[in-house]
T-cell receptor, first 114, second 114 residues
Framework: AQKVTQAQTEISVVEKEDVTLDCVYETRDTTYYLFWYKQPPSGELVFLIR??????QNEISGRYSWNFQKSTSSFNFTITASQVVDSAVYFCALLGGATNKLIFGTGTLLAVQP | NAGVMQNPRHLVRRRGQEARLRCSPM?????VYWYRQLPEEGLKFMVYLQKENIIDESGMPKERFSAEFPKEGPSILRIQQVVRGDSAAYFCASSPVQDNSPLHFGNGTRLTVT
């Protein structure tokens, strides 16, 4: 069975703090993809990153970075120097198997206080 | 290039009425996916369609729910005889081919059943 666990339900930080959102996944597929999406208060889903299972290189995009570790089945997301505009629900998702059926975690609500 | 377009953005229905949610995929995309987000939960896969074909409807309730993606026009998610438990945000995503490309989501339709 495929599963994504985001154990942190809510995180509150003060602006400029760094914050890491955890994501642990389960799959028996050897080829799979991992995603992060942002859902701001306005409700839309914003694609942030896709990573395939054969690429364990960490990725950095501005203040965002992702740490993919197959050994621990984790794909964690770090925001450096957080800003109020980062306040949102962040979803980690897994895509494996023969269909494009994304399996989402339950999300982490990040609140960045000014 | 317009993104995935969903309408209406908000829909209010009384119990027993029908709800029709529309999704126009991105230009050139022939695959459409519907997901449901219940309040305070992550997104759950409902159905995956290609033009004129349902590929995977394993996440769709057996009764009252149906989906189509005709040769011409948008994909339609139809909910008959709505109940309060159908209140949720319904998201549509599209992709060009089944190649695990990032799924581009629309802004969602928020259905409220009174």
């Amino acid at each position: 069975a495929q599963k994504v666990t985001q154990a942190q339900t809510e995180i509150s930080v003060v602006e400029k703090e760094d914050v890491t959102l955890d994501c642990v996944y389960e799959t028996r597929d050897t080829t799979y993809y991992l995603f992060w999406y942002k859902q701001p208060p306005s409700g839309e889903l914003v694609f942030l990153i896709r990573r395939n299972s054969f690429d364990e290189q960490n990725e950095i995009s501005g203040r965002y970075s992702w740490n993919f570790q197959k050994s621990t089945s984790s794909f964690n997301f770090t925001i450096t120097a957080s800003q109020v505009v980062d306040s949102a629900v962040y979803f980690c998702a897994l895509l494996g198997g023969a269909t494009n059926k994304l399996i989402f975690g339950t999300g982490t609500l990040l609140a960045v206080q000014p | 290039n317009a993104g995935v377009m969903q309408n209406p953005r908000h829909l209010v229905r009384r119990r027993g009425q029908e709800a029709r949610l529309r999704c126009s995929p991105m230009k050139g995309h022939s695959h459409v996916y519907w997901y449901r987000q219940l309040p305070e939960e992550g997104l759950k896969f409902m159905v995956y369609l290609q033009k004129e074909n349902i590929i995977d409807e394993s996440g769709m309730p057996k009764e009252r729910f149906s989906a189509e993606f005709p040769k011409e026009g948008p994909s339609i998610l139809r909910i008959q005889q709505v109940v309060r438990g159908d209140s949720a945000a319904y998201f549509c995503a599209s992709s060009p081919v089944q190649d695990n490309s990032p799924l581009h989501f629309g802004n969602g339709t928020r259905l409220t059943v009174t």
